[in-house]
């Protein structure tokens, strides 16, 4: 099954080419141009990854992370951002991105990064998975 990403930035020739080079390399990708639509596509599908740009206009990549994380924290967020600052990276782990890079990216550390959301994301349904199960045996008595 390949892992599936969500690409949300705002600068259109960045997003189709970064996401081309994705899926050259096997990953399904969705893109949208805002945090918006990124936040109404991961309440329609479920994505191992999701690549967020840190400067869009209106709804920033802060603030759509944080909106996100409300609707999914076991989501595995990889900031980006051409215009890197130690603070923005600080306050964006502290917010609870997985990763912060600065464009232009490298593909390979991307998509290397990418997995390792994927392996945490698929960990962390497990571990649900089992509380759940573990849950309903204490509740039945078993």
Do not use: C, H
């Not at 969500?6 to 805002?34: A, P, Q, Y």
């Not at 740009?53 to 595995?76: F, S």
């Not at 890079?101 to 998509?111: H, M, R, S, Y």
Request: proline share 2%.
């Amino acid at each position: 099954m390949a892992i599936r990403v969500l690409l949300v930035d705002d600068e259109e020739d960045f997003t189709e080419v970064l996401s081309e080079r994705m899926m050259t390399r096997g990953l399904e990708v969705d893109t949208v141009d805002n945090g918006t639509d990124g936040i109404e596509m991961i309440k329609k599908k479920w994505y191992d990854a999701i690549v967020l740009d840190l400067a869009m206009p209106g709804m920033d990549g802060i603030e759509t992370l944080r909106e996100m994380l409300k609707e999914n924290p076991d989501l595995q967020v990889i900031l980006l951002t051409g215009r890197a600052t130690i603070q923005k990276s600080v306050e964006a782990v502290k917010e609870g991105a997985v990763e912060f890079l600065e464009k232009p990216v490298d593909i390979e550390t991307l998509i290397s990064m990418i997995t390792e959301a994927q392996k945490k994301k698929a960990s962390l349904f497990e571990k649900r998975m089992e509380e759940s199960v573990a849950g309903v045996m204490k509740k039945k008595g078993w």
